[in-house]
């Protein structure tokens, strides 16, 4: 047997594993690097702290305000507000419902010492992807108050998965009753070709209750260089040449396999 045939499939399936092996881009936010409180100054300037009773002597104890959460992770694609779904789908102009605040807690906190709760839209809070690539893979660690909340992760145009958590519904998508456990800093893991946004809603009780996240982790799925599909296409050029080569030197009169 012509000993090209065994090689240049391996060839083909180095190439392969080299496509496999792309890494996926990736981003992971702990909202450490978001201080908690800031002032607008009478100057214009803002002044931003973790400590604002370090300016109290100052300023007065009840001077600064919580920093909402909207857009300081719009470099990695990601925009933050109230509670989302696509018919209310943030726009990537300036109008973004009020965000979420960052709070220090590190009771709380899955790792550092600050989570991300939801503030003045009653209904929870929700992020936004933003750009042409959507991420396939998100994840979070979640609390709640009342350990109730619905999590909703929506495509471009449809509702991909919806979890309840800490209650029952019934097939028919009757509420059922309370399961009683606790909901804090539970893992959740939403997965889909393309995650639009995602929604986390607290009612309990026809009222709304803080929720507040940790940790968030958003992959998306990997794209081959393009240097590595031109040395797949190549090696698929070349096996196919050798190969129809081949087949003309085995029909040769006196020629045999």
Do not use: C
């Amino acid at each position: 047997m012509d000993r090209s045939s065994l090689r240049l499939p391996a060839f083909l399936t180095a190439s392969a594993a080299l496509l496999a092996a792309s890494p996926a881009s990736a981003a992971f936010l702990d909202f450490e690097d978001v201080p908690a409180f800031y002032l607008e100054l009478a100057d214009g300037s803002t002044l931003y702290t973790d400590s604002p009773e370090s300016y109290a002597d100052v300023y007065g104890e009840d001077a600064f305000e919580p920093v909402p959460v909207i857009r300081q992770y719009q470099h990695l694609g990601v925009i933050f507000g109230g509670y989302y779904t696509p018919e209310i789908a943030y726009p990537e102009a300036n109008s973004v419902p009020e965000g979420p605040v960052v709070v220090i807690n590190p009771d709380s906190a899955v790792s550092g010492q600050k989570i991300l709760r939801s503030y003045d839209d009653p209904r929870g809070l929700g992020f936004q992807f933003i750009g042409d690539k959507l991420p396939n893979y998100v994840s979070f660690y979640l609390s709640a108050v009342t350990n109730v909340a619905t999590v909703s992760s929506f495509g471009p145009d449809e509702v991909i998965e919806e979890l309840a958590l800490g209650y029952e519904l019934d097939s028919e998508g009757r509420f059922l009753g309370y399961t009683g456990e606790e909901l804090d800093r539970q893992k959740i893991e939403l997965y889909g070709d393309a995650i639009r946004g995602v929604a986390i809603s607290t009612f309990f009780g026809h009222r709304s209750t803080p929720v507040w996240i940790d940790d968030l982790t958003f992959t998306y799925a990997s794209v081959p260089e393009p240097a590595s599909l031109g040395l797949l296409a190549a090696g698929i050029a070349v096996f196919g040449g050798l190969q129809a080569r081949r087949r003309r030197f085995l029909a040769l009169p006196g020629i045999r396999d």
